[in-house]
Each structure stands twice: as C-alpha cells, then as structure tokens.
T-cell receptor, first 114, second 114 residues
Framework: KAGVTQTPRYLIKTRGQQVTLSCSPI?????VSWYQQTPGQGLQFLFE???????NKGNFPGRFSGRQFSNSRSEMNVSTLELGDSALYLC?????????????FGPGTRLTVL | AQSVTQLGSHVSVSEGALVLLRCNYS??????LFWYVQYPNQGLQLLLK??????LVKGINGFEAEFKKSETSFHLTKPSAHMSDAAEYFC????????????FGQGTELSVKP
C-alpha cells in the first residue's frame, strides 16, 4: 500500500512569490492535515481537511490556505512568501477526523524562501 | 489549552543502554497521546499511542510508554538502545474535540554512542 506522497520534495522561491504544495493521501484516507516544521517553532498545525471541507485551522495568517479535492488529494498555497516561511511542510492522512486514529505522515516538502 | 513538554532537547546514550525520553502533558480532560519518530530528511512515523485503553503501551522497534495520570506524564522507554534508534522523537497530544489536530512537543534528539 503506497504511503503519503508529497510533491515537490524541494522548492526554492523568492520573497513575494506564491507557492502550491501537493499531498496525496493513502488510498481510502479522507482526512488530510498539514503541518509546518521549523527549527525555532517546531511542528505547528496549519489545517485539516475532510471530505473537501476545512474542519480545523491553526494560528497562521490568511496567506496560508488549502483545499481538498474529491479524490482526497490536498493542496496548500502560500501567497506573498516571506523569509520566515522557509520550512519543512508535512502532510498527514487518516481515515477520518477521529482523534484516536493514527496520522500517517508524508516525507515533506522543504521550502526555501530567498 | 492542552500542551506538551519534552524535557531535554538532546539525549545521548550508549548502545545497549536504557533509553528514557520524557514527556509531560497539560490537559483538563483525559488526553490522547502519541510518540512519533523522525529520521533525517523523512516524515514522522508513529511509534505508539495512548487512547484510554491500557496505560502501558507497547510500540514498534521495542519502544513502550506508560501513561501516568497522577504525574501527567507519558515517558518513552526502550530497554536497550541500538544505533538505528538515533533520530528525533516527538511527543504529541490530540486536543479534545479538535479532530485530527496534533500539538507537538519541541522534540528530543537521541544520539546513540557505540
């Protein structure tokens, strides 16, 4: 069974640009959540999608947005990039939003903003 | 608000020695707790989780953790460290009624000396 896949694995952008990251969950999983990982702030929750609806959102500015498609694939978009957006972005999938379920993480997309 | 504190950002042990990684949580309701491991340039992999069943939880690769409500702790242990255990370990709590959101501790980097 294929795991969670994220594309691209690496990205280099400049300040002010926008970027779109993609996440394909494990087959059958309908919940996708996104996290930002930085050395200073650690792992922080961005948002969770289930059945194409955002179910929960973390404390990030509106420049960070996401969506989920009918096949459960998800994208997140960051507009007007800032240097501080440089991070590893991880997505995780599970069958549903049930708290007890294991979240399976992808390898991440490393975004560097110059 | 629920939170997680991992004591010690870096732990070093000798191969064959006991591994003890500390995690304390703050929660006003019984929590769901998780330990994840992250190897370099990879995503997070679940080691084990506590979801209100047995307080002693056994996970993969010989790890286990004990939920102690009186101490608000969920420490991770392994009787004998192996070189392949060198990685970063994250304790996480699933906040009540917030779906799949995970709040992570700052992480503990485990080094294993030969």
């Amino acid at each position: 069974k294929a795991g969670v896949t994220q594309t691209p694995r690496y990205l280099i952008k400049t300040r002010g640009q926008q970027v779109t990251l993609s996440c394909s969950p494990i087959s059958g999983h309908r919940s996708v959540s996104w996290y930002q990982q930085t050395p200073g702030q650690g792992l922080q929750f961005l948002f969770e999608y289930f059945s194409e609806t955002q179910r929960n959102k973390g404390n990030f500015p509106g420049r960070f947005s996401g969506r989920q498609f009918s096949n459960s694939r998800s994208e997140m978009n960051v507009s007007t990039l800032e240097l501080g957006d440089s991070a590893l972005y991880l997505c995780a999938s599970s069958f549903s939003t049930d708290q007890t379920l294991t979240r399976f993480f992808g390898p991440g997309t490393r975004l560097t903003v110059l | 608000a629920q939170s997680v504190t991992q004591l010690g950002s870096h732990v070093s042990v000798s191969e064959g020695a006991l591994v003890l990684l500390r995690c304390n949580y703050s929660s006003s309701v019984p929590p769901y707790l998780f330990w994840y491991v992250q190897y370099p340039n990879q995503g997070l992999q679940l080691l084990l989780k506590y979801t209100s069943a047995a307080t002693l939880v056994k996970g993969i690769n010989g790890f286990e953790a004990e939920f102690k409500k009186s101490e608000t702790s969920f420490h991770l242990t392994k009787p004998s460290a192996h070189m392949s255990d060198a990685a970063e370990y994250f304790c996480a709590v699933s906040p009540y009624n917030q779906g799949g959101k995970l709040i992570f501790g700052q992480g503990t980097e485990l080094s294993v000396k030969p």
